[in-house]
């Protein structure tokens, strides 16, 4: 077996594990990985340094496609700072925490234990925040051949600092509501799992947040 083929059979493992435990990765052990996939303990910590690791190179792939899709709207939309457009990026992170339960709760958890202001959430607050920033207006500047290049990267900045405060509630909104899926229904009466609730309770709450 190559070592490109090792290490792809150790983050196949370890995948396999996460979504066994529903994305519960405190359980999952370097020890376990080796043994599921065949491999010695050693060669799967040559390959990567420590189970954090592992786990995110793991579940990146797949919480990079939220990331992509705020790249692809943002091109197809001529201004996507609309209450519309937000409701429509909004519905699309949670259907997708829920299409990937498993590596979206193991993105939780991990977030929960790095806490370096760069997880996934705190990522997905600045897409929301950018993607809400009046587009017009920051083209207009952008283009402005007169304006510095810092001027023009703060002026970026103020623009989206002036939103993301709107883009943390909307994402810890998202979140809290989809680690609480299963007894939502008990609390205000939505089954994220409908998927038509699913986009009432998203478009309610940003219409409200906004």
């Given at each position: 077996m190559?070592?490109?083929?090792?290490?792809?059979?150790?983050?196949?493992?370890?995948?396999?594990?996460?979504?066994?435990?529903?994305?519960?990765?405190?359980?999952?052990?370097?020890?376990?990985?080796?043994?599921?996939?065949?491999?010695?303990?050693?060669?799967?910590?040559?390959?990567?340094?420590?189970?954090?690791?592992?786990?995110?190179?793991?579940?990146?792939?797949?919480?990079?496609?939220?990331?992509?899709?705020?790249?692809?709207?943002?091109?197809?939309?001529?201004?996507?700072?609309?209450?519309?457009?937000?409701?429509?990026?909004?519905?699309?992170?949670?259907?997708?925490m829920l299409e990937n339960e498993a590596v979206a709760r193991a993105a939780i958890q991990s977030n929960a234990a790095s806490g370096n202001g760069e997880d996934y959430f705190s990522r997905l607050t600045d897409a929301f925040a950018y993607s809400m920033a009046d587009k017009a207006e920051l083209e207009a500047m952008l283009n402005n051949d007169r304006i510095s290049e810092k001027m023009k990267q703060q002026f970026r900045e103020h623009c989206v600092s002036e939103q993301r405060r709107k883009a943390f509630m909307i994402t810890s909104s998202i979140r809290e509501a989809f680690i609480r899926k299963d007894t939502l229904p008990g609390i205000i009466g939505i089954d994220l799992n409908d998927s038509e609730q699913c986009d009432e309770y998203i478009d309610e709450m940003v219409e409200m947040l906004l």
């Open positions: 190559s070592a490109l083929e090792t290490k792809e059979k150790i983050l196949d493992t370890t995948l396999a594990l996460i979504k066994e435990r529903n994305g519960d990765t405190v359980g999952v052990t370097i020890r376990m990985i080796a043994d599921r996939a065949g491999i010695g303990v050693g060669l799967t910590n040559h390959y990567f340094k420590s189970k954090e690791i592992l786990i995110e190179e793991c579940i990146a792939p797949v919480m990079e496609e939220v990331f992509d899709n705020f790249k692809t709207s943002d091109g197809e939309e001529g201004r996507v700072g609309s209450i519309e457009a937000t409701k429509r990026e909004a519905r699309f992170v949670m259907h997708f």
